[in-house]
C-alpha cells in the first residue's frame, strides 16, 4: 500500500453526508488518512481557533500544511496529489471502449448537478420538526428564511422530484453499462451521486423511493458500488482519531506544496480586484460575508484560491485552499475609527 506521505487529516462528522462522500474518495482512491470529530453545528474550535479558519461547512481536508475547503477542491487536491504514477487509484477512469476521462465534465456534473440539485432536494426530506433549535439556529446562518413547517410540507414535492432524478439515473444505465459514465472503474460522478441517494436510503420516510420494479438498473448500480465500497473497506485501514490540538500541532510542523504549483495568474486576479501579498477576505457565495476567511494572498489560479491563515492559539501558519468556483476574494475592508 502506497504510505500517506504528506499526512492526510479528515475534519467530519458522522451525520453529515459530505464527509462520507470524501471517506467513500479517499477509500477507492486507496489513500490512509486521520480523523478529527467536530461538532455538526459552530462552534469549532479545533478548526477556528486552532487554524484560524472561519469556513464554516464541514467537511475540511488537510494534506501536511495545506488545509482544502469545499468537497469539489479535496477530491480535485487527493486526485492530484495522489495520482495513479504513485500507485494510488483514480476517480477520473478512461472509458471501457477508449479515449480520455472527461475530467471537466465530470467536475463540473458533480459540482453542478449531485452536490446542489440533487442534494438539496434530498435535505428537505430530513426530519425538521424534530431538531433542536440549536440546530435550527446554526443552519439559519446560512438559510435564513430557513422554515421548518415549509420544510415538512415540502417533502412531497421533494420525493417526487428524487423519483424523476432517479429514473433520469435508471435511463443512465440501461444499455448495461457497469457505471454511470461507462468509465472502467466507478468515477467522481458515481460517487457523486452515490452518496445523496444512499445517504436517503437511510431515511425512514423514503422506502418508497427504491422501487426495484420502476428503477431496476439504478438499484443494481447503488447495491453494485455499496458492494465494492464494503469489499474496499474490509482490506483499509480504520482512520486513525485525533485530538484537535494534535492535529492541529501536526499540520502546523508539516511542509506545504510550493505556492509555483498553483501559481499566481495575475490576469485572473485583477478582475477582482486582488493582488499577491495582499491581506484579503474569501467569502462562500451562499454563506454572505459572515463566514470570510481573511489571510495574505499567496497563490491563485483558475481553480484555486491559496492564503496564509494564522492559528489563534498557536500562532502558526497554514495555507488555506478555496476553490474559484463558489467562492469570492476581495481587499480586506480596513476598518475606519472615528476621531
Known amino acids: 500500500m502506497p504510505s500517506p506521505h504528506p499526512g492526510v487529516i479528515l475534519y467530519r462528522y458522522d451525520a453529515s453526508p459530505f464527509s462520507g462522500k470524501i471517506d467513500n474518495v479517499l477509500l477507492m482512491k486507496n489513500i490512509p488518512y486521520s480523523t478529527v470529530k467536530v461538532a ?8 477556528t481557533e486552532m487554524l484560524g479558519l472561519t469556513y464554516r461547512l464541514i467537511p475540511v ?56 440539485v440533487l442534494f438539496n432536494w434530498a435535505t428537505i426530506l430530513l426530519p425538521w420538526n424534530r431538531f433542536p433549535e440549536p440546530f435550527l439556529k446554526d443552519r439559519r446562518m446560512i438559510a435564513p428564511n430557513l422554515n421548518v413547517e415549509v420544510m415538512m410540507n415540502s417533502q412531497g414535492k421533494a420525493m417526487n422530484a428524487l423519483s424523476a432524478h432517479l429514473a433520469l439515473i435508471n435511463e443512465q444505465l440501461q444499455d448495461g453499462r457497469e457505471w454511470l459514465f461507462d468509465t472502467e472503474l466507478a468515477s467522481l460522478a458515481d460517487i457523486g451521486i452515490y452518496f445523496t441517494y444512499d445517504w436517503l436510503r437511510g431515511f425512514p420516510n423514503t422506502r418508497y423511493l427504491f422501487d426495484e420494479g420502476k428503477f431496476p438498473h439504478a438499484m443494481r448500480w447503488l447495491n453494485r458500488l455499496s458492494k465494492f465500497i464494503q ?34 495568474d495575475t490576469a485572473e486576479a485583477t478582475r477582482v480586484n486582488v493582488s499577491k501579498g495582499q491581506i484579503i477576505d474569501v467569502v462562500p457565495d451562499e454563506s454572505g460575508h459572515q463566514f470570510a476567511t481573511t489571510g495574505k494572498l499567496v497563490a491563485f489560479n483558475q481553480e484555486e484560491i491559496v ?33
Open 231 to 264: 469489499t474496499t473497506k474490509e482490506d483499509f485501514p480504520a482512520p486513525i482519531a485525533l485530538a484537535g490540538p494534535d492535529a492541529a500541532n501536526m499540520i502546523a510542523n508539516s511542509p506545504h506544496e510550493p505556492y509555483d504549483v498553483v501559481g499566481f
Open 40 to 47: 455538526n453545528v459552530l462552534p469549532r474550535p479545533e478548526i
Open 307 to 339: 492564503i496564509e491563515t494564522k492559528g489563534v492559539i498557536s500562532g502558526a501558519i497554514f495555507r488555506c485552499h478555496f476553490p474559484r468556483i463558489g467562492f469570492t476574494p476581495s481587499p480586506k475592508k480596513i476598518q475606519k475609527h472615528k476621531l
Open 61 to 116: 481536508l488537510a494534506i501536511g500544511n495545506d488545509i482544502y475547503c469545499d468537497t469539489s477542491l479535496i477530491v480535485a487536491a487527493l486526485e492530484r496529489r495522489f495520482p495513479t504514477s504513485e500507485g494510488f487509484v483514480t476517480i477520473f477512469p478512461p472509458k471501457k471502449h477508449g479515449g480520455s476521462p472527461d475530467t471537466g465534465l465530470l467536475k463540473a456534473f458533480t459540482r453542478h448537478y449531485a452536490d446542489t
